[in-house]
């Protein structure tokens, strides 16, 4: 399976607390990360039951990342 590049900043799927796929910080800048390498793909969101997203997407339950 491929990858997709999120900002760290950006209020997408894959920089939120909810989303199970997986992901990696890919670049730092200044000690802070930069971007998120995130998996293509679907996967479940843990605060919209039944519901897959991708790590590009984005929804109104954002919540940071913990490790960001």
Do not use: F
Not at 9 to 21: F, I, L, V
Not at 26 to 48: D, F, K, L, W
Request: glycine content about 10%.
């Amino acid at each position: 399976m491929g990858t997709n590049t999120v900002l760290a900043k950006d209020k997408k799927c894959g920089t939120c607390q909810y989303w199970e796929g997986d992901r990696t910080i890919s670049r730092m800048i200044g000690n802070e990360p930069h971007s998120i390498s995130v998996t293509s793909g679907s996967y479940e969101c843990a605060v919209q039951s039944n519901k897959k997203v991708q790590g590009i997407g984005t929804c109104s339950k954002w919540k940071k990342w913990s490790s960001i």
